[in-house]
């Protein structure tokens, strides 16, 4: 069935290096959202994007939306040990209200 | 404002035993969710729905069955448990604006197991 794909599944960095995650789907999106888990907790949103091309920054993250909506990507700047999580991204794939799909997540570990 | 909370935080049961996940939310979300959470395998929803009385299939619905009599309460009710429903379950919920999903609130998850 339809997917959203999630690379990679896990990444370990140094403190300080840089960390990219990367959502992908085969149909268009109508919005892609990113939540953050940490270890043993529950997942928190963290953003939502909407437009074609749209990116956005909190900080250190900076967050972007393909051109043609089929693609994102989250962007961490110079990792911090309070990164280390599992990042989800999310969409909803087809047209009407309906559920978001989830990819399967990609497991930060930052070594200090 | 307690948002999404969920009982047990733990569980055991044996094969065959049936339990119910209790959620709760106190911000008016019109739409509420079930997750099961697997090592490896992401988020996957299991049941949702868009309003009181209305319940829908995910895309992991076998073995478990939800109601929703009221805006704030979407239990989750395992029938006869096995030890495939060995999981993590997050209820979760948003509000209903248009098209675009709103973002969604978790709970603190139910860690159970099945032996």
């Known amino acids: 069935g339809q997917q959203v794909m999630q690379i990679p599944q896990y990444q370990h960095v140094q403190e300080g290096e840089d960390f990219t995650t990367y959502c992908n789907s085969s149909t268009t999106l109508s919005n892609i959202q990113w939540y953050k888990q940490r270890p043993g907790g529950h997942p928190v949103f963290l953003i939502q994007?909407?437009?074609?091309?749209e990116v956005k920054k909190q900080k250190r993250l900076t967050f972007q939306f393909g051109e043609a909506k089929k693609n994102s990507s989250l962007h961490i700047t110079a990792t911090q040990t309070t990164d280390v999580g599992t990042y989800f991204c999310a969409g909803k794939l087809n047209s009407g209200y309906s559920t978001l799909t989830f990819g399967k997540g990609t497991m930060l570990l930052v070594s200090p | 404002n307690a948002g999404v909370t969920q009982t047990p935080k733990f569980q055991v049961l044996k094969t065959g035993q049936s339990m119910t996940l209790q959620c709760a939310q106190d911000m008016n979300h019109e739409y509420m969710s079930w997750y099961r959470q697997d090592p490896g395998m992401g988020l996957r929803l299991i049941h949702y729905?868009?309003?009181?009385?209305?319940?829908d299939q995910g895309e992991v619905p076998n073995g478990y069955n939800v109601s929703r009599s009221t805006t704030e309460d979407f239990p989750l009710r395992l029938l006869s448990a096995a030890p495939s429903q060995t999981s993590v379950y997050f209820c979760?919920?948003?509000?209903?604006?248009?098209?675009?999903?709103?973002?969604?609130?978790f709970g603190n998850g139910t860690r159970l197991t099945v032996t």
């Open positions: 994007l909407v437009k074609s091309g």
């Open positions: 729905s868009v309003g009181a009385g209305i319940t």
């Open positions: 979760a919920s948003s509000y209903i604006q248009g098209v675009i999903p709103s973002p969604l609130h």
